[in-house]
């Protein structure tokens, strides 16, 4: 089992930045995916970036690349999200998650992860 334990989210205005944290306990030698989605009000979670740890690949979703950078420190079983360039449409409850499948296949898919976190709020206001 891996346990996930997001933190940093918070209230900003349109523009600001925002990092968020995900530090994992447990068993996290067998995870090799790392993502963050996101789940507005009324909406379903959606992707939002995912780092492969064999080889750091990053992957982004349209409406944040360019804005946001995922990254991980292995030795702290850590991984970042940083939120540049904030906008109104970015709030949401952001959720870390780690998968234990090794390929590329369905890395921004969110039935590819088995373990989540309980996820942060983050609210941007223009």
């Known amino acids: 089992q891996v346990q996930l334990v997001e933190s940093g989210g918070g209230a900003v205005q349109a523009g600001d930045s925002l990092s968020l944290s995900c530090a994992a306990s447990?068993?996290?030698?067998?995870?090799?995916?790392m993502g963050w989605f996101r789940q507005a009000p009324g909406k379903e979670r959606e992707f939002v970036a995912a780092?492969?740890?064999?080889?750091?690949?990053?992957f982004y979703a349209d409406s944040v690349k360019g804005r946001f950078t995922i990254s991980g420190d292995s030795a702290k079983n850590t991984v970042y999200l940083q939120m540049n360039s904030l906008k109104p449409e970015d709030t949401a409850v952001y959720y870390c998650a780690r998968g234990t499948r090794f390929g590329l296949a369905g890395i921004t898919v969110r039935d590819s992860y088995n373990y989540w976190g309980q996820g942060t709020q983050v609210t941007v206001s223009s």
């Open positions: 780092i492969r740890r064999t080889d750091g690949n990053t």
């Open positions: 447990g068993r996290t030698a067998s995870s090799f995916r």
